[in-house]
Each structure stands twice: as structure tokens, then as C-alpha cells.
């Protein structure tokens, strides 16, 4: 027996959610567990276009045209935005926010939050610059792959 392809549109995806902790035994938004996440996934972008980009500037200027854009955009079309950015780093979306996608319940509060993260994330001080750039150039730092 083949084994079944489940999709974040199809209808059992709630119990996955459920499961997940993404929404609760009433069909509830977990409004904790979105927000971890919407956090989360905005930090890991954020490194992981750092250790594409290899500058914070570089960096900057790609997370700043995201929340821009995402100013100006519904909250599908924002899910879309980040997913290409996941294929502009050759990274996979992340399987959480795949599940997501399909719930437009989950879906905006997890672009929006995700977009607020990202904002503040440009924000930062120059400490995180530094601390950043210091980390960097330590070799027990570096990234293998």
C-alpha cells in the first residue's frame, strides 16, 4: 500500500496542528505557540541570509526590502514573499510553515508576527553587529556544510 500524501489543505491537517500545539482541542489559535514560532523562523532567516549574504549590510538590505514588501501585501502573498526567500538561500521552507500555510487562522498571525520579528531584527544596535562580526572570525564558530 502506497502511502498517503497528506497536504496542509487537506482536511485531516487540523489534527496535525492540533498535534503541532499550533491550535487547541477547540480549533483555538495557540497565540504562545505562534508567536514562538513567528520569532523563531524570523531569527533562523535572519542567520541564515547573514551566513548567505556574509555581511550585515547585505543582510540588512535583503530583510528590509522583505518587510517593506510585506507592508504592501496580503498575508498569503507575505507567506509567499518568505518562501522565496527560503529558495533565493537554497534552504527548504521550513516544515512548520508549511503546515501552516494551509490554516488562514495560523497564517496571519504568523506572517505578522514573523514580519514584526524581522523588523526588529534590523533595528538592533551595533552591538549585535559586533558581537556578530567577533563570532565570526572564531573558528570553533564557523559553519561546516
Given at each position: 500500500?502506497?502511502?498517503?500524501?497528506?497536504?496542509?489543505?487537506?482536511?485531516?491537517?487540523?489534527?496535525?496542528?492540533?498535534?503541532?500545539g499550533?491550535?487547541?482541542?477547540?480549533?483555538?489559535?495557540?497565540?504562545?505557540?505562534?508567536?514562538?514560532?513567528?520569532?523563531?523562523?524570523?531569527?533562523?532567516?535572519?542567520?541564515q541570509?547573514?551566513?548567505?549574504?556574509?555581511?550585515w549590510e547585505?543582510?540588512?538590505?535583503?530583510?528590509?526590502?522583505?518587510?517593506?514588501?510585506?507592508?504592501?501585501?496580503?498575508?498569503?502573498?507575505i507567506?509567499l514573499?518568505?518562501s522565496?526567500?527560503?529558495?533565493?538561500?537554497?534552504?527548504?521552507?521550513p516544515?512548520?510553515i508549511?503546515?501552516?500555510?494551509?490554516?488562514?487562522?495560523?497564517l496571519a498571525?504568523?506572517?505578522?508576527?514573523?514580519?514584526?520579528?524581522?523588523?526588529?531584527?534590523?533595528?538592533?544596535?551595533?552591538?549585535?553587529?559586533?558581537?556578530?562580526?567577533?563570532?565570526?572570525?572564531r573558528?570553533?564558530?564557523?559553519?561546516?556544510?
Open positions: 500500500m502506497a502511502p498517503q500524501i497528506i497536504s496542509p489543505f487537506d482536511p485531516t491537517a487540523r489534527t496535525r496542528l492540533r498535534r503541532m499550533l491550535l487547541t482541542v477547540e480549533d483555538q489559535v495557540n497565540t504562545n505557540a505562534i508567536e514562538t514560532i513567528s520569532t523563531l523562523q524570523a531569527g533562523l532567516l535572519f542567520s541570509i547573514l551566513d548567505s549574504c556574509g555581511d547585505g543582510t540588512l538590505s535583503v530583510c528590509r526590502r522583505i518587510t517593506a514588501q510585506a507592508a504592501q501585501i496580503k498575508d498569503r502573498q507567506l514573499l518568505i522565496i526567500q527560503y529558495d533565493a538561500i537554497a534552504k527548504p521552507l516544515e512548520v508549511w503546515w501552516i500555510s494551509g490554516s488562514d487562522a495560523l498571525p504568523f506572517v505578522r508576527g514573523f514580519v514584526h520579528h524581522l523588523n526588529e531584527l534590523c533595528a538592533e544596535d551595533n552591538m549585535s553587529r559586533r558581537m556578530d562580526s567577533r563570532l565570526r572570525r573558528p570553533e564558530f564557523m559553519a561546516y556544510g
